[in-house]
């Protein structure tokens, strides 16, 4: 028996909790509590692509949350933001 996860002839969705974590999701099984669809039904390569634009910090939302409380917001910006000031000399 095929895994229908990791089926390329399978069409999926992707999924999203509270936590801004995406998951992969075969179409025709139930989406599990504490889910909802972010992407409808497409094909794995399209539904990967996806996740990879979208899902750029793996880090889960509380953590980012709590994190930005307690360096005064610093670990919500995207590292760029957060980068020291090149030398010019």
Not at 70 to 81: I, K, V
Request: glycine share 8%; with cysteine.
């Amino acid at each position: 028996m095929t895994n229908p996860f990791e089926s390329a002839d399978t069409n999926y969705v992707v999924l999203r909790n509270d936590e801004a974590q995406y998951s992969l999701w075969p179409v025709g099984l139930d989406v599990p509590a504490g889910w909802a669809v972010e992407k409808e039904e497409s094909s794995r390569g399209e539904c990967l692509e996806y996740i990879e634009s979208v899902w750029t910090d793996m880090r889960p939302a509380g953590l980012v949350a709590a994190m930005g409380v307690l360096d005064g917001g610093a670990a919500a910006r995207p590292p760029e933001a957060t980068a020291p000031a090149p030398i010019v000399g």
